[in-house]
């Protein structure tokens, strides 16, 4: 199973907004409604941001927000802050046997 | 309140073995299904087993015939027995908790696991 396409890395200014691209393929990204997004700061575990395409868990400020067209999904970050400065990926379900296929990552520079 | 919490990791032999533990709470390890996601050092996140509910299980191609995924129900805790282990096993293995339905996954802390000489 290969891993989902991310950007290597964005940029963007405080205030400003982001989207990060995930391409997937019809066995996964655009199958199912199951895409999720995860920040990741040096040293610590992933924090869920985005699950099942739009919903955000609570406590994620609503600057974060998902979408799916086909087989690609994105992560929209408005308002840029610098404490968003991060890693980035994205995981979709890829069906019984496999579970999860992740992207590469993502890394957000805040300039 | 979720709460996985790993345990088990550290430094092993290449060809060695090592027992990962995860202790959950606040959820059923046998009623949904659970996952182990890996991290190696500066690299991205791989998905390395699943086992649900009914007691199925599925491996990763790089860790198939190495590793087995087992749960013990009474227990609430989730396993992950890894056999002759290799340098590129070195990563953080974190415990990820799964409901069916949604993606909506929870994510312990993760344990390291240095497979060294």
């Known amino acids: 199973q290969s891993a989902l396409t991310q950007p290597r890395s964005v940029s963007g200014s405080p205030g400003q907004s982001v989207t990060i691209s995930c391409s997937g393929t019809?066995?996964?990204?655009?199958?199912?409604?199951?895409v999720s997004w995860y920040q990741q700061h040096p040293g610590k575990a992933p924090k869920l941001m985005v699950f099942d395409v739009t919903k955000r868990p609570s406590g994620v400020p609503d600057r974060f927000s998902g979408s799916k067209s086909g087989n690609t999904a994105s992560l929209t970050i408005s308002g840029l802050q610098a404490e968003d400065e991060a890693d980035y990926y994205c995981c979709s379900y890829a069906g019984y046997s496999i579970s999860r296929v992740f992207g590469g990552g993502t890394k957000l520079t805040v300039l | 309140e979720v709460q996985l919490v790993e345990s088990g990791g550290g430094l092993v032999q290449p060809g060695g073995s090592l027992r990962l533990s995860c202790a959950a709470s606040?959820?059923?390890?046998?009623?949904?299904?659970m996952n182990w996601v890996r991290q190696a050092p500066g690299k991205g996140l791989e998905w390395v087993s699943v086992i649900y509910a009914g007691g199925d299980t599925f491996y990763a191609d790089s860790v198939k015939g190495r590793f087995t995924i087992s749960r013990l129900n009474s227990h609430n805790t989730l396993y992950l027995q890894m056999n002759s282990l290799r340098p590129e096993d070195t990563a953080v293995y974190y415990c990820?908790?799964?409901?069916?339905?949604?993606?909506?996954?929870?994510w312990g802390q993760g344990t390291l696991v240095t497979v060294s000489s």
């Open positions: 606040g959820f059923s390890v046998s009623s949904n299904y």
């Open positions: 990820v908790g799964s409901m069916a339905g949604t993606i909506e996954d929870y």
């Open positions: 019809s066995s996964d990204v655009g199958r199912f409604n199951y």
